[in-house]
């Protein structure tokens, strides 16, 4: 199943290598849960369609959005069949500008979903950026016939996320997987290092390479308890030297991203992707 939302060095090109280490039918006969306390735009967990998974964000916007389209499919059908039919640089604008509101967090939480999925659509490149009030700061992408609606899209994820067991949490990825067990698969996907400009801005209060360290200690604990644990970050030589330890494995790879909104504006970026020693295919 592709995801329904576009998400900024998502993770649809890197899913035959993570599938390396994931067996699908195998988690399916044993029952074990994935876990993704990043989730994002979900290309992983929506392709694996497995009937037990958690996903975690810290971004409200976004796990609200996730349980919308769980629980209101077809109302949240109905407001972006509105946002498509006024589409335009004008509208764009004045639905961005909603959050700069002192009443906007009284707004329903269908109408936030739809205006994040609509955002999502219709703004460059898929990104989803805060500055440091928290606003949404994203301009318009330039696109000729954007998917705002994605009706059977929205339709299908909803029916995957009532006919399974799917937790949907939201806060900091060490309490998204208090309950993970042996054998289950944690797959990490927290905003990328960069050797100079640090970590992007995905909401107000940040990530930081103090929160990658926190996270590389959950992982230590994850590890030691027989969990299948995946990372992906940039390839650059703070997340070298923090997993360089006998536990773990680095695999560097490449991986053509998106820099513009054109598909032919693309360059290559080294990333890797990081797994327990312990971790055992099944």
């Known amino acids: 199943m592709n995801p329904l939302l576009k998400w900024a060095g998502g993770k649809r090109k890197l899913l035959p290598l993570i599938f390396e280490y994931i067996n699908k039918d195998e988690l399916a006969k044993t029952g074990n849960k994935l876990y993704e306390p990043f989730v994002g735009g979900g ?6 369609e497995l ?11 976004l796990i609200n959005t996730y349980i919308q389209i769980r629980d209101n499919p077809l109302k949240l059908i ?10 335009s640089l004008e509208y764009y604008t004045s639905i961005r500008a909603l959050d700069r509101r002192v009443d906007y967090s009284n707004y329903d939480d269908i109408k936030k979903a739809a205006r994040f999925i609509y955002l999502n659509k219709t703004c460059y490149n898929g990104l989803y950026r ?17 998917d ?43 905003p990328y290092d960069y050797e100079k ?11 930081t ?16 308890i027989g969990c299948k644990v995946i990372i992906s970050n940039n390839d650059t030589e703070f997340v070298n030297t923090l997993f360089n330890d006998q536990r773990y494995t680095i695999k560097k790879i490449e991986v053509q991203r998106l ?23 099944y």
């Open 197 to 207: 400009e640090g970590f992007t801005s995905y909401v107000s209060n940040g990530f």
């Open 78 to 87: 109905n407001l972006l069949e509105e946002h498509k039919k006024n589409h």
């Open 43 to 48: 290309s992983l967990f929506l392709n694996l």
């Open 130 to 146: 805060v500055n440091s009030k928290g606003f949404f700061n994203v301009p318009m992408g330039k696109y000729e016939n954007p």
């Open 148 to 190: 705002i609606v994605a009706q059977d899209r929205i339709l299908r994820i909803s029916e995957y996320l009532n006919s399974n067991e799917i937790e949907i949490t939201l806060g900091d990825f060490e309490s998204a997987v208090l309950t993970a067990e042996t054998g289950d698969v944690i797959y990490f996907d927290p």
């Open 209 to 224: 390479r103090d929160d990658l360290k926190r996270l590389r200690k959950c992982c230590d604990s994850l590890v030691d």
């Open 259 to 281: 820099i513009g909104s054109s598909n032919k504006s693309r360059r290559k970026e080294k990333e890797v992707i990081i797994y327990g020693k312990d971790y055992r295919r």
């Open 51 to 61: 009937s037990r998974c958690s996903i975690n964000d810290y971004n409200p916007e």
